[in-house]
């Protein structure tokens, strides 16, 4: 975009992109990755309180990575492994946008018997493909370890796994929501044990979801924060 802005400036005809107009969709990006971002930090902190074990492994990789640091950054990413494959495991799982993007036909083509004509417009179920029983073993089981050793990923690249979209519609603020998500997760982690409001068992929180373009918690999430020493 800076490019055609350039190339818009060195000719005499009028601009048809303005530098408003590259501020304006670089805000759209950042809206755009706060809410999700946030609404996947609440359904994996919902997913590990309600699984202990995993919860525990977690933790326990974040504060030996980190040992007595108070807060974990950017830089120590890269060593929490098993944090990713539980952020992989929550998106694959609560699917926030649980319709892609229409996408335009521009071929004829069948499926199940079924005729596909170009300037169709196909919307792909990729919350129930996520799910699907055929592409996922247990698939309506929280089971991070399932993404180790595993070549499916989030990048665009295996159909059966688009939390982002695919191709050149991709979402853009891939990285930049993953990055969010990471850090703020981990240090949640870190800085804290976690425990339900009293009265309530950790199986008893509900994973009701509710939406419309994306799918949130129905019922808020309520946990008790306990400090973690670092020293």
């Not at 074990?53 to 030996?64: D, F, P």
């Not at 974990?72 to 993007?101: A, C, G, N, W």
């Not at 800085?191 to 009293?198: H, I, M, R, T, V």
Request: one cysteine or more; aromatic letters at 10%; hydrophobic letters at 40%.
């Amino acid at each position: 975009m800076l490019e055609l802005d350039k190339d818009n400036q060195d000719r005499s005809t009028e601009p048809f992109l303005e530098s408003d107009h590259i501020k304006a969709v670089l805000m759209d990006i950042f809206f755009g990755g706060i809410d999700t971002s946030a609404n996947i930090i609440i359904w994996a902190m919902t997913e590990l309180i309600r699984n202990p074990r995993v919860m525990n492994i977690a933790q326990n990789e974040v504060r030996s990575c980190i040992e007595k640091k108070e807060r974990v950054s950017e830089d120590d990413l890269e060593k929490l492994q098993y944090l990713k494959l539980v952020i992989e495991e929550t998106m694959r799982i609560h699917f926030l946008v649980p319709l892609l993007t229409p996408r335009e036909v521009i071929s004829h083509f069948q499926i199940n018997g079924y005729d596909i004509f170009p300037k169709d417009l196909i919307i792909i179920n990729a919350w129930g493909i996520a799910r699907d029983p055929n592409y996922w073993d247990k698939s309506e089981e929280f089971f991070p370890e399932r993404f180790i050793d595993n070549p499916v990923d989030y990048k665009g690249q295996y159909f059966e796994f688009l939390p982002f979209g695919s191709g050149r519609r991709i979402c853009p603020g891939m990285n930049m929501g993953l990055a969010i998500i990471e850090l703020a997760l981990a240090n949640l982690l870190h800085c804290f044990n976690w425990e339900p409001p009293k009265g309530i068992k950790n199986h008893d929180i509900s994973l009701d979801e509710e939406g419309g373009i994306t799918l949130f918690k129905k019922m808020p999430l309520e946990l008790v924060p306990i400090a973690y020493p670092h020293s």
